[in-house]
């Protein structure tokens, strides 16, 4: 019997997915199923959403949903009970964004696995499961390096009036640099963190200039300082990454980490063709 399989990755800002039965492959996006910032009504919705908008069948042998958030036994539950309403008869596994980065960037061989998108997390990996990892503290406390810290350091300089005079006319220009405005969304919006993370796009575009690329390196230093170097024998392991932040910055983020005699194996802007790859492999074993 032919099995099909659902993959779903899910971060603050997006998730992915792809359907695969024998050479039948589709994928599609939906928003972030982060359970912090949704309820359950509203992540059936999207998850309906997408499903009926790729015309996915209602039956699948497994579902594999790996998401930002989902290291809580209740939150896990909560999106299990939504599949599970969705496609009745599929097995469903879910799991955490820690192991999709983990599963994606190194398989089945051990080492530091790391999410470096809109937020940051790392882990230490024994190619079965994840045996150590720094808690995360989130959008306020950490996400060191990650998109919403580089946007909330953007936003304190340019208020604090320690960014460049060429660069601030530029950033002006890109966003709207309303003080009530910006402190208005953070603190009373939902998903503040997509919100700030948004900014850190203006140090893609400006990545040359001297001031960018010291900011960005500052902020992977305390990233690998605060992650990475806590775990014991570190620099003997291949590290790998995942997320928008890292894929677009890798040359910057290769240096700092080679600076630390650490050993970068892989940077992926997303972990799906690494998870596809590694739940067809499963199969195959079995």
Request: one cysteine or more.
């Amino acid at each position: 019997m032919k099995q099909s399989i659902i993959i779903a990755d899910s971060g603050s800002t997006k998730t992915d997915w792809a359907y695969v039965s024998g050479d039948e492959r589709k994928s599609w996006s939906t928003g972030g199923l982060n359970p912090y910032f949704h309820t359950r009504q509203s992540i059936h919705e999207v998850v309906e959403g997408g499903k009926a908008g790729n015309s996915i069948p209602g039956s699948v042998s497994s579902i594999y949903f790996y998401g930002s958030g989902y290291g809580d036994p209740e939150h896990r539950e909560l999106i299990r009970d939504v599949l599970k309403d969705i496609w009745t008869d599929s097995e469903v596994d879910v799991t955490t964004d820690l192991v999709a980065a983990a599963r994606a960037c190194l398989g089945r061989e051990p080492g530091v696995a790391c999410i470096l998108g809109t937020g940051s997390n790392s882990c230490l990996y024994d190619g079965k499961r994840i045996i150590d990892h720094i808690p995360s503290l989130g959008f306020i406390f950490g996400d060191e390096g990650s998109g919403s810290w580089i946007g909330k350091e953007l936003i304190r300089r340019y208020f604090y009036r320690e960014m460049p005079d060429d660069l601030t006319g530029i950033f002006e220009s890109e966003f709207e640099m309303d003080r009530d405005f910006i402190l208005n969304t953070v603190y009373h919006k939902p998903q503040a963190n997509r919100y700030v993370a948004g900014f850190a796009d203006f140090t893609y575009r400006h990545r040359k200039h001297p001031y960018i690329r010291q900011l960005l390196r500052a902020g992977f230093e305390l990233f690998v300082k605060s992650q990475i170097l806590k775990y014991q024998n570190v620099q003997d392991m291949d590290i790998g990454f995942v997320g928008s932040i890292a894929f677009l910055h890798q040359d910057l983020l290769a240096k700092v980490l080679v600076r630390q005699e650490l050993k970068p194996r892989v940077f992926v802007k997303s972990p799906m063709d690494g998870l596809i790859t590694y739940h067809l492999e499963k199969q195959s074993d079995v």
